[in-house]
């Protein structure tokens, strides 16, 4: 019988310390969303130098903005990379914006337009807005009126309240009918598989 009870304790030990983990992650992110900052990277460095994405994530932004820590664009560069990679679309977005305004990296639209881009697809809409505006002028990607305004109706479409309806009609007044057309009919693929991909 002692087989058994060796399984029971080990398969006890082994989930015993995420759930520890994430009681931590959600102690550090609610002190996060009160602004007591030095608890919130007690609670997540920790975690984040464990591998967890959310907990890297965090400490990209208590560092990104000066929260409880000296600023150090660095450190956020490092620890927004790190949850980007493994596929956090906010990160993802705030490292588009580091690239694009040369904070803790040299300024790169190329790099910048890649992580909107991530970002985009995963739905997370200020990286379309983003998306949409780097297209549009051609930073670190090609030109292309159509594609801009197709990621603004996306943006618009996914919900933001910011504008991105207002530059996509703009962009559509001075398309021609063909453009307005295909720009429609790309916003509409990418919603359909969008919406599609998140209901299985």
């Not at 931590?24 to 007591?36: I, M, S, T, V, Y």
Request: hydrophobic share 50%; glycine share 10%.
């Amino acid at each position: 019988m002692r087989v058994p009870i060796r399984i029971a304790v080990l398969i006890a030990l082994l989930h015993a310390p995420g759930l520890a983990f994430s009681a931590d992650l959600q102690k550090g992110l609610a002190a996060f969303n009160e602004g007591d900052y030095e608890t919130s990277l007690a609670e997540c460095q920790p975690l984040a130098e464990a591998g967890n994405v959310g907990a890297q994530f965090c400490v990209g932004r208590l560092y990104a903005n000066g929260f409880g820590v000296a600023m150090d664009d660095a450190q956020a560069i490092k620890w927004y990379t790190l949850a980007a990679d493994a596929g956090h679309a906010e990160a993802q977005f705030n490292l588009g914006v580091m690239y694009a305004n040369g904070w803790g990296v040299d300024m790169n639209w190329e790099e910048s337009a890649r992580f909107y881009l991530l970002a985009a697809e995963q739905g997370f809409v200020p990286a379309q807005k983003a998306l949409a505006y780097a297209i549009g002028h051609g930073m670190g990607v090609t030109k292309d009126p159509i594609q801009a305004c197709a990621w603004y109706d996306i943006a618009a479409q996914m919900g933001d309240d910011l504008g991105a309806g207002l530059k996509r009609d703009e962009l559509l007044e001075r398309m021609s009918q063909e453009d307005v057309a295909s720009a429609q009919q790309i916003a509409l693929t990418w919603l359909s598989n969008f919406k599609s991909a998140a209901s299985n």
